[in-house]
């Protein structure tokens, strides 16, 4: 256990609904970060905040797609109009400023299956 | 971004060395050089990170030589539960306001059997 907790871990929902993820990071870590994953390959970096501020976007993310971290603490993911394409592991990541430069702290991800 | 290049699976046996090697030929100056583990069904953990030279942990050795073109991750005396996918990943890209933006490739599928 990271200590970076994901809610819920498994989502099923059909094409066209819209669906929504929590990730709560490690208390006293500023950034957080929301990666996806499909099976066989290595995640792929959606977005990033620090602290409440939404501060990159990767182009994977598109208009469905929003993201909030509104008091710096938790985070949520939101899918809306969802495609069978969508269909991932949702990862979320914590890291604290002075620590490592790459060490993240990856929560146990969401898996979404969209029917 | 430097890319990166590693076996696609590795096979061991428990209690032997394992040697994992990664190539990355385009690393810049000021890279470093990560590993992470992920388990069926879980996010990546950190391994190890370095530089150059020779890092070494509680859970694994890297190696670094001086041209920082590869690096090889060593898990010493390995078990079952060190079956996993081990990614390699070089620098990363600095976000605006100082996060980093972790670059994964496919990673090597260790399996490790009795």
């Known amino acids: 256990d990271t200590g970076v907790s994901q809610n819920p871990r498994h989502k099923i929902t059909k094409r066209g609904q819209n669906v929504t993820f929590r990730c709560d990071p490690i208390?006293?870590?500023?950034?957080l970060y929301w990666y996806r994953q499909t099976l066989g390959q290595g995640p792929e970096f959606l977005t990033y905040f620090q602290n409440e501020a939404q501060l990159e976007k990767s182009r994977l993310l598109s208009d469905r797609f929003s993201a909030e971290r509104p008091k710096g603490s938790f985070s949520t993911l939101e899918i809306q109009r969802t495609e069978q394409g969508d269909s991932a592991m949702y990862l979320c990541?914590?890291?604290?400023?002075?620590?490592?430069?790459?060490?993240?702290?990856f929560g146990p991800g969401t898996r979404l299956t969209v029917l | 971004l430097a890319k990166t290049t590693q076996p696609i699976s590795m096979d061991s046996y428990e209690g032997q060395e394992v040697n994992i090697t990664c190539s990355h030929n385009?690393?810049?100056?000021?890279?470093?050089i990560t590993w992470y583990q992920q388990f069926p069904s879980q996010g990546p953990r950190f391994i190890i990170q370095?530089?150059?030279t020779k890092v070494t942990n509680e859970v694994a050795s890297l190696f670094i030589p001086a041209d920082r073109k590869s690096s090889t991750l060593s898990l010493p005396r390995v078990s079952l539960s060190d079956t996993a996918v081990y990614y390699c990943l070089v620098g990363g890209f600095i976000l605006t306001g100082g996060g980093n933006k972790l670059t994964f490739g496919t990673g090597t599928q260790l399996k490790v059997e009795l």
């Open positions: 990541a914590s890291s604290l400023g002075s620590r490592s430069y790459n060490e993240q702290f």
């Open positions: 370095g530089y150059k």
């Open positions: 385009n690393i810049a100056t000021n890279d470093y």
């Open positions: 208390s006293e870590h500023n950034r």
